[in-house]
């Protein structure tokens, strides 16, 4: 099996402001560490009427950064399921 490149597990800033989140209408499930990505994304599909082949950068650099966040957070289960083995 092969090794997995070490993840850092520290949170990202959160660079969108609660204000520009609430300005663009982000439901508060999508309010995480890649809202700063939604806002373009969801202006470009609004602009585009939805078209499939539009927005494609936007819609990856989101779905990447989402991407980032969930091994972020498998990482971080796996360091507390490592530590609590280590205890028992």
Do not use: G
């Not at 936007?58 to 360091?79: G, I, P, W």
Request: proline share 8%; charged share 35%.
């Amino acid at each position: 099996m092969p090794k997995e490149l070490p993840v850092d597990t520290t949170p990202p800033p959160v660079k969108a402001t609660v204000e520009e989140m609430h300005a663009a209408n982000i439901d508060m499930v999508y309010r995480d560490f890649c809202a700063h990505l939604l806002i373009p994304l969801n202006e470009c599909r609004r602009n585009s009427f939805y078209l499939p082949w539009k927005c494609e950068h936007e819609r990856h650099a989101y779905e990447l950064c989402q991407y980032k966040e969930y091994k972020r957070r498998v990482a971080m289960v796996d360091e507390e399921r490592k530590a609590a083995k280590s205890k028992a």
